[in-house]
């Protein structure tokens, strides 16, 4: 089995082949790890695992188990699925001489046994996390499940790249009419977290605003948020007392924060 980092997935493939992977059914949606699973084996079975509010899916052919599809109720939307998939990785049964691993890790927020085959799901970072199975939870007799061969036919692809631009429109201070934008950057963060960077005029000064989600951190205080950022990345642009924190909601409801740093004159840019 293989750890899978959804990152580096979605990064490796094109934007086409990134739209074919989210499909939406009436209840939820699917994000596939194996495209076109349903159709490559001839006899199987799909377990769904959940996980806090979402579920894994292995599927078991014979002998073999493979971590194929990972779903999504309606009350997450695409914005938060795709944040949520940049900031994770998921890891299947991987094991080396040293014993159970996942890679591309920054720290394991879940760990379970099905069928004594662990489950992991960690942050995104750039270690190797070893764990033990010692005392993990078995979940197979009480796990939700289901039985079948998905229907896309009962599915419609989610245009993943319209409804990112959808969000990449929404401006954090389009209320400043004022402003001046000069240019404009998407990013990730060290730990993968999507950050989006806005550079602006107004009165003679250029700023720079990075926006990104507040899931997971949205109770921080601003020494927190602070200490989380140059941890990941930003500790040369917070390295003087020039920055203000803003907590807003998007046109689609969802929480967010953003950093606005004093750079330097307009004229500069």
Known sequence: MKV?????????????????KLWEFDDYFEYCLIDDYESIFDKFKVESIKIDDYFVSILESG?????????FPKTYNVHEIVDFLDNHSF???????????????????????????????????????????????????????????????????????????KNQSYEPFADWDDSITLGKQTTYLDDG?????????????????????????ENYSGEQLTKYLKQNGMSQKLDKDNYDFFRFTDQDSNDRLSVTIVVGEADDW
């Open 4 to 20: 899978i980092n959804i990152k580096d997935l979605r990064m490796k493939n094109s934007s086409i082949e990134k739209e074919n």
């Open 63 to 71: 002998k073999n188990y493979l971590m194929i599809a990972l779903l």
């Open 91 to 165: 890891g299947f049964n991987e094991k080396d001489e040293n014993g159970y691993f996942i890679d591309n890790a920054a720290s394991i927020e879940t760990t379970l046994l099905f069928k004594g085959m662990p489950i992991v799901v960690s942050t995104i970072g750039n270690d190797k996390i070893y764990f033990s199975i010692d005392g993990l939870t078995e979940i197979t007799d009480s796990y939700q499940h289901y039985h079948s061969i998905v229907n896309t036919a009962d599915a419609s692809k989610v245009d993943v790249q319209k409804e990112m631009e």
């Open 193 to 217: 977290r999507y950050i989006r960077a806005d550079v602006w005029a107004e009165d003679g000064y250029t700023f720079i605003t990075y926006s990104f989600s507040a899931k997971g951190i």
